[in-house]
């Protein structure tokens, strides 16, 4: 049987706030506490592949989304009960993260 995880790759390239990488950085190192070690890829292409396709549903998230304050991920992208993870290859600096004006 052929695994869709398995399949041929494709790059992506996410541009989006500095607290949804933090809050992704975050749901990493849960699903290794979870037993479940992923990198930031393979947790967002289990994201993709579990969501719903309900054009309502997913109209209704993205309303949701777009009426966040600003501030709504900082409070829980502070975990001191998670692993620790360290990502493979240089460290990202802020000017990686943050497109140039």
């Given amino acids: 049987m052929e695994l869709l995880c398995r399949q041929p790759r494709r790059n992506a390239l996410i541009t989006w706030p ?6 992704l950085d975050v749901l990493v190192r849960a699903s290794t506490a979870g037993g479940t ?3 930031r890829s393979q947790l967002l292409a289990a994201l993709v592949a ?3 396709t309900d054009p309502n549903l997913l109209a209704e998230l993205l ?3 777009r009426r966040l304050p600003a501030d709504a991920l900082t409070t829980g992208n502070d975990r001191d ?3 620790t993870i360290r990502n493979p290859g240089p460290p ?3 000017d990686q993260r ?3 004006p």
């Fill in 18 to 23: 500095e607290e949804v990488d933090r809050r």
């Fill in 37 to 39: 070690p992923a990198s």
């Fill in 50 to 52: 579990a969501a719903d």
């Fill in 63 to 65: 309303r949701d989304y």
């Fill in 81 to 83: 009960d998670l692993p």
């Fill in 92 to 94: 990202r600096t802020k």
């Fill in 98 to 100: 943050t497109p140039a």
